[in-house]
């Protein structure tokens, strides 16, 4: 086997393993975003993010921090329970918990929820034991973004190695020479 | 669970920053392993560790909990710049990445792309330019204090594409504005190092007002850090003031440290010993000389042969498992025989089972298993399933049955039968829902079966495989984008070989039955992996290479074994045209504005039964459009580029170019189905073993069988084929329009109706992959 060989196997398994890197699924966990509400409400203090920002018809990710409302320390031991009601359709609500395991920012709580185009109330009550508390608002989601506007970038990045290319024919006038 | 916890537990997902980061090292180690072959001094074993700080240091920044908690507390997000501004880009320099990075490419990118570009005296007029001390000052500071203005931080904390921006300037002025302070090697600037002295001082400065102006400010200056719960009873303000002790302190090292030790070595003077340049240097005119990597090492003095071979990397046939099993001659047998076993059941479930597709063996695994794998397989190593073809297994039988003995008909010694029948199995894929009608799908099984054995009992080689077989074509043409090829280990011992068993055969194996003279084969074209010529060569002097650049798509008029000149081939090019159009044709068949289209055809033209619309489809789409598109960029690329060859030469020519585009469309696909109902195999294999009495894998889970949610990396993945596919037959209508000679403006001339045709088929393809495909061979919702 020639002394180049190795690497070349070492370099394409390398590439098929960065290869698959790049195709798993990025974000496919909730973290932070845009604040919608934060208060005091019983025991605790809710925060509440949204994301993506602005909010498009869609998978939405919900992120709920709790803190102790007097020391503003962070409850571990929390459930957390979010309902998001359409105004237009109020039969059609959704009730899901919250998990730390949905959250990037482990301290967070957080959930996906597919929500269609118009208003919506949402209801987040956190709760154990003895302890409560809940925040409501009303948030706006907009209209779905199209598949061809959102994936864009995957389909003109070719743009970059042709311009690319370009500019080598245009700098390469003189004769090659081995490298 | 305490803050710090939940902070060490908080790793976000970066998968694009890991894999530029990963990439970026695996280049360099590359590059600096052959360097540290040649000058084990100067490439030592700290500048690979520098360099990987350096990318481990903004993958620190980037990719970890310091970014999920960036958004919440300030002082979080000020060590994430301090990375970046401060840390990251001196140890890259450290590492002095030139040479590695450009030695680490591969050579088709090195010779063609990197050093043009490194030669080029713009390039260096720009990055010495940007470089210089007088630029990359101001430039460093002006990045600085524009992204800590309120509204600059608050832009990039309220959306992630100004953040990516922010970043991606911070560490581009970073390296500016540290490259004349660790003058990486091979550098010369002209300047004194004295003046690195007051340009470092007075970065300090700046660096001090700024963290001054954070740490004494008597509200926050940031309204985002007021909005956002406080964490560990930090309120906003302390937060401010930590975030900027943060920048003041560990900043003021960062600058001052270089500067005493930078006066200490002025100060002290050191006599470097003269060191032999390791590589021939040009003296430059800017701060970026041209640098020559000439010197091949070992294979200097190898033969042009011999050079090619290390070219093409490692040998299948000898790595330890896979390489044993292929070389045993019992090893395509038993891989034919898994087949003719999966066949068999195939037939039978296809004969006897339920009639519904998505329940029935013959409805799901040619459909979506098989011809996903064949295209996955076909990408990632060669033609291997045609090395596990059952149907060719009886040939043996049918040479004893039949009596074989005749030549294949001259006339039918062309790829004109494969094309039409083709063209027929694409046709009644969609003509006769093939999909979902098992019994016919078994029945084409079956005569699969029966022409191959008539044909190789009645006619001497492999005449099924190399001129009637339409799968057999279409894994020829997507095996000439393959990796792996079959080809002579030694040149030089064919040379001196006269009894040429690799094609006569030999009294234990037969020769190649497709007519592949090892010496004088090329690519993949015809080349049915079935390795007849490695059992055959007493030389040993077959082997299964792999390697980029192989030349599949390159001088098309040398002679090819078997094959003859690829540019006079027409029929050759018909059948990669009509593989192209047909990747296009069959996808853009099952989307819903075809469907639609179909239907309302179907309607004008009096209620007439599907398979009409569907036949004019596929006529405009097979036959109308490559006619009609390739006709036209023939004619105008004659003209502008003032080619003197017949238009049916140059539309050949043209055509092996669109090949990348076509087997990417195929794959997006074709993987798409795969990828979205390989499930589908599992309720199908229970019902067919409780058919037979056996309960072992329990009751069917139907389930499997429905619909699945399209995942979205399964669309990213289509486009990104489509993509790659579009640049690699860019690149080679670019380099068959260049090897028709002639000015830059006639090759482009003559390229640019093959680029916009190209450009177009790639449009479409992005269009079909992004409209909803029918989910053939699943249940539908509620089934």
Request: aromatic share 12%.
């Amino acid at each position: 086997m020639s002394r180049a060989a190795p690497y070349s196997h070492a370099i394409s398994l390398a590439a098929a393993g960065i290869l698959a890197v790049a195709l798993s699924p990025a974000g496919a966990l909730a973290d932070g975003g845009v604040v919608r509400a934060m208060r005091s409400s019983g025991d605790y203090q809710i925060s509440v993010f949204t994301s993506p920002n602005p909010l498009v018809a869609g998978p939405v990710d919900l992120s709920v921090l709790v803190q102790d409302a007097a020391t503003l320390a962070t409850v571990a031991e929390v459930d957390v329970e979010v309902a998001v009601t359409p105004r237009e359709r109020p039969y059609a609500a959704a009730r899901l918990p919250a998990t730390r395991e949905a959250a990037t920012n482990k301290l967070f709580l957080a959930v996906w929820i597919d929500l269609e185009p118009g208003w919506h109330d949402v209801e987040v009550r956190c709760h154990r034991s003895e302890r409560s508390g809940s925040v409501r608002f009303a948030m706006q989601v907009g209209s779905p973004r199209s598949d061809t506007s959102s994936l864009w970038p995957w389909y003109t990045w070719p743009v970059v190695p042709v311009a690319l290319f370009a500019m080598h024919r245009v700098l390469a006038r003189s004769p090659r020479r081995r490298l | 669970m305490n803050s710090l916890d939940a902070f060490l537990r908080s790793w976000p997902r970066e998968p694009a920053l890991v894999v530029c980061l990963l990439l970026s090292a695996v280049i360099y180690a590359r590059g600096w392993r052959v360097l540290h072959h040649r000058d084990p001094k100067r490439w030592n074993a700290g500048r690979p560790a520098a360099f990987w700080a350096g990318l481990a240091t903004i993958g620190l920044a980037l990719a970890s909990p310091i970014e999920t908690f960036a958004d919440l507390l300030l002082q979080i997000h000020m060590l994430q710049h301090m990375l970046l501004l401060l840390l990251a880009p001196p140890l890259i320099w450290l590492g002095a990445p030139l040479m590695p990075m450009v030695r680490g490419l591969p050579k088709p990118i090195r010779t063609a792309w990197a050093a043009p570009t490194l030669r080029s005296s713009l390039a260096r007029r720009v990055f010495g330019w940007v470089t210089h001390p007088a630029v990359a000052w101001p430039l460093f500071v002006a990045v600085m204090w524009l992204w800590h203005t309120p509204r600059g931080y608050e832009l990039a904390l309220d959306d992630p594409r100004w953040h990516l921006a922010e970043h991606a300037s911070f560490t581009l002025a970073a390296l500016c504005f540290w490259y004349p302070v660790v003058r990486p090697y091979p550098s010369r600037p002209r300047w004194s190092r004295w003046i690195l002295l007051p340009y470092l001082i007075l970065a300090d400065v700046q660096n001090t007002v700024l963290s001054a102006w954070l740490t004494f400010a008597s509200e926050p200056i940031y309204a985002h850090y007021t909005e956002v719960p406080r964490l560990g009873g930090w309120s906003a303000l302390d937060d401010q003031q930590a975030a900027g002790v943060l920048m003041w302190v560990p900043g003021s090292i960062a600058f001052l440290v270089p500067v005493f030790w930078i006066g200490l070595k002025m100060l002290y003077g050191q006599q470097q010993p003269a060191r032999e340049p390791a590589l021939p240097v040009e003296r430059p005119a800017t701060s970026l000389p041209v640098i020559s990597l000439a010197g091949c090492g070992a294979t200097c003095t190898a033969s042009p042969e011999q050079r090619r071979q290390h070219a093409f990397g490692g040998d299948l046939l000898r790595a330890p498992i896979v390489g044993r099993f292929l070389r045993w001659r019992g090893g395509r047998p038993s891989l034919q025989l898994l087949m003719l076993v999966l066949a068999g059941l195939l037939i039978l479930d296809g004969l006897l089972g339920p009639p519904a597709g998505p329940a029935n063996l013959a409805g799901v695994a040619p459909w979506i298993h098989w011809r996903g794998l064949v295209v996955l397989g076909l990408l990632v190593g060669g033609n291997f399933f045609c090395m596990a073809c059952p149907f060719t297994l009886p040939r043996k039988l049918a040479s004893r049955w039949l009596p074989q003995g005749r030549q294949w008909p001259r006339w039918l010694r062309n790829k004109w039968l494969a094309v039409a029948l083709l063209a027929v199995f694409l046709w009644s894929y969609e003509a006769f829902s093939l999909w979902d009608c098992p019994w016919l799908t078994a029945w084409i099984a079956l005569g699969y079966f029966a022409g191959a054995f008539v044909v190789d009992g009645l006619f001497r080689g492999s005449a099924f495989c190399k001129y009637v077989c339409p799968i057999g074509q279409f894994n020829f043409a997507g095996a000439m984008i393959s990796p792996l090829e079959v080809k002579v280990r030694n040149a030089s011992v064919c040379s001196t070989c006269h009894t040429r068993e690799c094609i006569r055969g030999s009294k234990t194996a037969a020769g190649c039955g497709m007519e592949l003279f090892q010496p004088q084969k090329r690519g993949n074209l015809d080349c049915t992996f079935c390795l007849d010529c490695v059992q055959a060569c007493p030389h040993d002097n077959v082997g299964v290479f792999a390697g980029l650049g192989r030349g599949e798509f390159s001088d098309l008029d040398a002679f090819r074994s078997g094959l003859g000149r690829l540019a006079r081939r027409k029929d050759l090019a018909v059948l990669v045209v009509l593989l192209v159009f047909g990747a296009f044709a069959n996808a853009g068949g099952m989307i819903a504005p075809v469907v639609a289209w179909q239907d309302k055809l179907a309607e004008r033209l009096g209620e007439v039964p599907l398979i009409v619309p569907v036949s004019i489809y596929y006529v405009l789409a097979l036959v109308a459009a490559p006619f009609v598109l390739l006709g036209t960029a023939t004619i105008l690329s004659r003209w502008g580029g003032q080619i003197a060859g017949s238009p049916a030469s140059v539309s050949a020519r043209f055509a092996f170019a669109l090949v990348p585009l076509g087997f990417s469309m195929w794959l997006a696909h074709h993987g798409f189905h795969l990828f979205t109902s390989y499930g589908t195999i599992v309720p199908v294999a229970q019902r067919m073993s409780m058919d037979f009495g056996l309960d072992t894998f329990g009751d069917p889970q139907w389930q499997h069988a429905c619909c699945a949610e399209v995942a979205p990396w399964i669309v990213k993945f289509e486009i990104l084929s489509l993509d790659f596919g579009l640049l690699a037959s860019l690149m080679l209508a670019y380099r068959v329009a260049a090897a028709e000679g002639g000015t830059a403006g006639r090759v482009v001339r003559a390229f640019a109706p093959w680029g916009l045709l190209v450009v177009g088929l790639f449009a479409i393809g992005v269009w079909i992959v992004l409209e909803p495909m029918e989910m053939r061979g699943t249940l539908p919702m509620g089934g």
